[in-house]
T-cell receptor
Framework: EDQVTQSPEALRLQEGESSSLNCSYT??????LFWYRQDPGKGPEFLFT???AGEEKEKERLKATLTKKESFLHITAPKPEDSATYLC??????????FGSGTKLNVKP | DGGITQSPKYLFRKEGQNVTLSCEQN?????MYWYRQDPGQGLRLIYY???????QKGDIAEGYSVSREKKESFPLTVTSAQKNPTAFYLC?????????????FGPGTRLTVL
């Protein structure tokens, strides 16, 4: 049973076309939900940590939100340089982390 | 300039060989982790260490071993017992905390079995 599910698996957008990526989780006792950006052949780059339902965080064109069962990463007016795979992870115990398989975003100019 | 370094970037292993992947951090983080990433799958935890001289198995520890003799270093050995070692290996570290632990990742090592 998957603990973390990300959708869609892949997303193609035109430059400037806003959209959202979804991360749903089934674990209870969430300590934190994390968003990362990963470029091909590189390590994940930290974006956000969310701790509780209702929390929102923003960074440039990205905004992350959290509910009791899912998180959204909203991308406003994306640019080609936003193309990457976006990973979601949840922590439900001191050292228990589950990662989703990611959403591969491609932004066309 | 603080960060996490991994070496080598690419590594090739012959059947029956043990190989060691290096991970070093100068962030003064207590916790360190090793993950394996395969295409189309989420990162899977191999081993983690909360403090020097202590480490715990993750979800897929079979065929791997680690040591934590220094706070800055957490090397991973892929032994010949690991039947399918070809993957992208990622090391991470976390600053001290009592609740949520944000992990910061190194650049990764790609291991290929010949």
């Amino acid at each position: 049973e998957d603990q973390v599910t990300q959708s869609p698996e892949a997303l193609r957008l035109q430059e400037g076309e806003s959209s959202s990526l979804n991360c749903s989780y089934t674990v209870s006792g969430l300590r934190g939900l994390f968003w990362y950006r990963q470029d091909p052949g590189k390590g994940p780059e930290f974006l956000f940590t969310l701790y509780s339902a209702g929390e929102e965080k923003e960074k440039e064109r990205l905004k992350a939100t959290l509910t009791k069962k899912e998180s959204f990463l909203h991308i406003t007016a994306p640019k080609p340089e936003d193309s990457a795979t976006y990973l979601c992870a949840v922590q439900y115990n001191f050292n228990k982390f589950y990662f989703g398989s990611g959403t591969k975003l491609n932004v066309k100019p | 300039d603080g960060g996490i370094t991994q070496s080598p970037k690419y590594l090739f292993r012959k059947e029956g060989q043990n190989v060691t992947l290096s991970c070093e951090q100068n962030l003064n983080h207590d916790a360190m982790y090793w993950y394996r990433q395969d295409p189309g799958q989420g990162l899977r935890l191999i081993y983690y260490s909360q403090i020097v001289n202590d480490f715990q198995k993750g979800d897929i520890a079979e065929g791997y071993s680690v040591s934590r003799e220094k706070k800055e270093s957490f090397p991973l050995t892929v032994t010949s017992a690991q039947k399918n070692p070809t993957a992208f290996y990622l090391c991470a570290s976390s600053p001290p905390g009592t609740y949520a632990l944000t992990q910061y990742f190194g650049p990764g090592t790609r291991l290929t079995v010949l």
